[in-house]
Each structure stands twice: as C-alpha cells, then as structure tokens.
C-alpha cells in the first residue's frame, strides 16, 4: 500500500461499484474526501450458501470497483479475501503482520496497461471520429511521458487511421484497434480508463494510476530530497518535538500530525541538524507543506 496503511485523502473524480454486490456508501463521484471525517469510501458486501462461494463473490467485486482521484486499500482487501489462510478461517491479529508483504504486493505492470495509459493521457480512446487519423504520407505520431510510481515511462502513439492506433514502448509495439463498437488492445477488451487533468486510472489491478508528465513543466519535476519532513496529508500539527540546532538521529520522532481521528508519528528520514521548523503545535497543513528542514551534521 502506498504510504503504508495511511488514510488519503482526495477528489473522487470516478467511483463505479459492480453489479451483484451490495455497496453502502455516502459519497459519489465528484465528492471529496477530506481529512475531517472518517475516510472510509463505502462497504462492499456480498453474501453466498458458503464462506468459500462468498469469499469467491467477494474478491470478484473488489476486482471490478473503479475509483480513481485517491488511493484506496483494494489491492490489499482482494488479496485478503483470496488469502487461502483466510478463506479456512484462521483469522487472528497476527495474520495481517505474518503475511504483509503478499497482501501489499505490487502488482507487474503490463504492457497492455501502460498502452491503455498513453491512449488515455492523449484522448484517443474516445469514440472514434471520422476525421481521426486523417494523414499525408506519414502516420500521426505523438509523444507521451508517464509517471507510474516511481518510474517515467517514455511512449510513442501513432495514429493509423479512424479506429486504429499503435503505441511503441521501447523495442515493443502494441496494436489498439476500435472493433465491435469497443476498443481492444492486442485483441483483449481495454479494462477502462479515468481521467482526470493529468492524473490517469486504469482499472486493471485494482486501479493502477498513472500521472501524464507536461514536458513544460519538466523543469519544475525534480523530486524532493531528504532534508525535508513534509505532511504525508492534510492535518493539525498537534505536537513539534523539534527544535532548531537539535541533532536528531534518522527514525527520531520530530512531530505529531492528527489527522482522521488518528495520530501519525513523523520521523527523521535520515541523521542531522534541525536547521528550521516551519510549523507550530495547532496549525493546520495541507498535504505535502514542508514542517521541518534538516542540514547536515556539523564536524564531530
């Protein structure tokens, strides 16, 4: 799970439950997630003659919800309701520990996937139109940068003609082509894509999401180093153990963040000097609000 178990927060800006599973929810596409309620999305319940047969029901649904505008723990919920362990019942609180690392796998990314992805980013998995692939000589060709994870991820999309396009990934070549009123890739049913500005969803996996990377803002990309502690969400700094010129060991605490009736512990990544605390107890920060700035050691 990104960020361990840490609730998110976020716009929904696409939430879809399967048919054939029960969801009782209280918000809907659109609404937002905030840090001042709990941040639970909806509960999804299935029923069956055995705990086999509604596990299998289960797992299936989870399969097919489709959110996309935060993170969601449903990579983690459908693998917990395949896990053979609980499927026979032997549920204790140890399970969850023993087992962490299957139960947050990250999933292999394919190919196929990340085609869809590069489709999505440049709208042409819309309904396809008369004009679209119109060309002289030359195929249409565009280029598109996603990020997945911690990964960009360099393609080439071509426009063949009306309904059919192909995205190069390296030495690879995938075929997308608009057949029976859908469109497939590789001759398989896309799984389905959201979009929002420049942040995409494929519903494959639970949801792998992707971010469309705007070559003019290439120069404003670099990631953030360790010297800064930042909000992981929005919340109300309750305590700063921090103070300027302490020298603090990687994994000291530094603060306190509340947020969504949970305290979360926020630790130094690395050794060093506290050189600004840029919160006070009591303030309220958004995600990402830079709290502390560490400089390096001075000489022993």
């Not at 797992?59 to 959110?67: S, T």
């Not at 398989?188 to 929002?196: K, L, N, R």
């Not at 700035?293 to 000489?299: I, M, P, S, T, W």
């Amino acid at each position: 799970m990104p960020k361990g178990f840490l609730p998110a927060t976020g716009r929904l800006s696409h939430l879809v439950f399967p048919d054939g599973a029960r969801a009782d929810s209280g918000v809907r596409a659109g609404d937002e997630i905030s840090p001042w309620y709990d941040p639970m999305i909806a509960k999804l319940i299935v029923h069956g003659p055995t705990r086999d047969v509604a596990l299998k029901r289960l797992a299936r649904a989870l399969e097919r919800c489709e959110v996309a505008g935060t993170v969601t723990n449903l990579a983690f919920l459908g693998r917990l309701a395949r896990h053979e362990g609980f499927a026979a019942g032997q549920v204790d609180t140890g399970l969850i520990a023993r087992d962490i690392d299957a139960l947050t796998a990250i999933p292999t990314l394919e190919t196929a996937v990340i085609a869809e992805a590069a489709l999505a980013a440049l709208g042409l998995l819309r309904q396809a139109d008369a004009l679209q692939g119109a060309h002289l000589w030359t195929p249409l060709r565009q280029h598109v940068r996603l990020v997945h994870g911690d990964t960009e991820i360099a393609a080439e999309v071509e426009v063949l003609s009306q309904g059919l396009r192909r995205v190069i990934l390296g030495d690879d070549a995938v075929t997308a082509e608009h057949v029976g009123g859908r469109w497939r890739i590789e001759g398989q049913p896309i799984h389905g894509a959201a979009v929002s500005g420049r942040d995409i969803t494929v519903f494959a996996d639970y949801g792998q999401r992707f971010t469309h990377v705007d070559p003019l803002d290439r120069a404003q990309g670099a990631v953030g180093s360790s010297d800064l502690i930042e909000a992981p969400m929005p919340g109300l700094v309750r305590m700063v153990a921090a103070r300027v010129g302490d020298a603090v060991s990687q994994g000291d605490r530094l603060a306190i963040l509340e947020a969504m009736k949970m305290e979360h512990s926020l630790q130094a990544p690395r050794d060093g000097i506290v050189a600004e605390v840029l919160v006070s107890e009591g303030d309220q920060v958004e995600a990402g609000a830079a709290l502390i700035r560490l400089e390096e050691g001075g000489d022993a």
